[in-house]
């Protein structure tokens, strides 16, 4: 069954600070990727997603398939970012998408 | 900008009782979807829903679920008999496009509380 796991429920780190928001899955196929984010009193939104390779607000995702991973990262973290991240995946053919528990990410000044 | 929008924002219902939550998505989109949260736990698909039809459910969907688009702007879903695991935070979402553009947009969420 594919599954996608955060291993981290809370990250804290100071503004500035180098972020990496840790995700990997099970699939034995080509999955698409996404990173949603939830700001405080904000809907899920998306993030990015790796098919289109681009950053957002300065955040980053490489998918490793060797390693099924697609780890988050951002060089300097900015209070603004504190959040609710959640990876997600989905199979070909289908819209269904799988998520992890989700990271929250704290940035104190 | 166009945004998804659900209602109510907060449900609370006894067991054994039907609800009905509602969302209005995107006007020019095509594909929608039910994903719900029960507090503490992650986000989990329940239903796609396209041409007025079902495209693919979860095991979670049963027959307590069923959703329907009664007229050109809502989606619903119906849960028949609640019971106290369906307590969660029910999200709508809704897309353009389906497959490799595919991108949905979430609503905002209704919490259902069953009693």
């Known amino acids: 069954a594919q599954r996608v796991t955060q291993p981290e429920k809370l990250l804290s780190v100071f503004k500035g600070a180098p972020v990496e928001l840790k995700c990997n899955y099970s699939?034995?196929?080509?999955?698409?990727l996404f990173w949603y984010v939830q700001y405080s009193r904000q809907r899920l939104q998306l993030l990015l997603r790796h098919i289109s390779r681009e950053s957002i607000k300065g955040f980053t995702a490489d998918l490793n398939k060797g390693e099924t991973s697609f780890h988050l990262k951002k060089p300097f973290a900015q209070e603004e970012d504190s959040a609710m991240y959640y990876c997600?995946?989905?199979?070909?053919?289908?819209?269904?998408?799988?998520f992890g528990t989700g990271t929250r990410l704290q940035v104190f000044p | 900008e166009p945004e998804v929008t659900q209602t109510p924002s907060h449900q609370v219902t006894q067991m054994g009782q039907e609800v009905i939550l509602r969302c209005v998505p995107i006007?020019?989109?095509?594909?929608f979807y039910w994903y719900r949260q029960i507090l503490g736990q992650k986000v989990e698909f329940l239903v796609s829903?396209?041409?007025?039809?079902?495209?693919?459910k979860s095991e979670i969907f049963d027959d307590q679920f069923s959703v329907e688009r009664p007229d050109g702007s809502n989606f619903t879903l119906k849960i028949r008999s609640t019971k106290l695991e369906d307590s969660a935070m029910y999200f709508c979402?809704?897309?353009?496009?389906?497959?490799?553009?595919?991108?949905?947009?979430f609503g905002p969420g209704t919490r259902l509380t069953v009693l």
């Open positions: 699939y034995s196929g080509s999955p698409e």
């Open positions: 006007s020019n989109h095509l594909y």
């Open positions: 829903f396209y041409n007025n039809e079902i495209s693919e």
């Open positions: 997600a995946l989905s199979r070909p053919n289908t819209d269904k998408l799988i």
């Open positions: 979402a809704s897309s353009r496009t389906s497959g490799i553009d595919n991108e949905q947009f």
